[in-house]
């Protein structure tokens, strides 16, 4: 068997032949039967401990992210009954400067990697910048799936790349974009999933937030569909990320309604969840002191 078929064999053990239009009715029935009972103040701290705190600009200085580390700091306390942001997520070079900054207990470093956001690089410069992001600091890697690779149909080398990035990770989690705005239809996201999964991604993530559509309830979904059905199979629980777009609390309930939904109760935690955010958490502590 030549290793192109070992994909496509892993293919065929999944439902990958899916209608837009099927997924489209799947979640607005979810969201119509079930919004409404995730809307509360106890779902909205859950998805404040659930956020990876965002900064991600072209313009990030060096004492801009220190003082955007300091706050999360300052929040310890603030709010006795909510737990404090699960991550703060920053470009690579920085990781030192919120290691050094970061005295909230529990808050993990993620670094986005990889030639982020396009993944259009060597994937030995992609392997040197998750190695030097995890020596400076980082707890957490967020690179985004070879899209060229995968609309190539070249599903060897996209694996063998996140493979290769995942074994410079080393006790870091890997987290595996898969820019679903840029992909476009569920059984693309389906297929982008299932292949992120078998090379070891700790968690799926939907988008980067830059050029393209970010997070959609519908590819969330799908995603969520493919954890479950590959935990299922093997046994192995892998997180799940939405981000790029997700600004107001009902956003955020409306994402956590899907998991809930999809995974269960199981992976409404910071542990399995996250979302991905630079603009939501002042939003999300107004609706909880409202
Ligand atoms: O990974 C996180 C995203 O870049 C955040 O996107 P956002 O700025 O739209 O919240």
Redesign the pocket.
Known sequence: MTSTNKYIDILKQYKTALKDEDIAAKVKEIIAGKFAENNNVEVYKTLYSCI?L?T?NTTDTKEEVWKFTEKVNDFEGTYPDVNNVAAI?VFPNFAEVVKEALTAQGVKIAC?SGGF?SSQTFTEVKIAETALAVANGADEI?IVLNLGFFLDENYEELCEEIDEIKHACRDAHLKV?LETGALKTASNIMKASIFSLYSGADFL?T????VYE?ASLEAAYVMCTAIKEYAKKTGRKVGF?A?????TTEDAVKYYTVVKEVLGDEWCNNEYFRV?????ANNLLDTIKD
Do not use: N
């Open positions: 990876d965002t991600l997520c986005v956001p967020d974009i993530k988008s980067t937030g830059k970010g990320k981000s790029g777009g997700i600004v991905g955010a630079s603009r939501l």
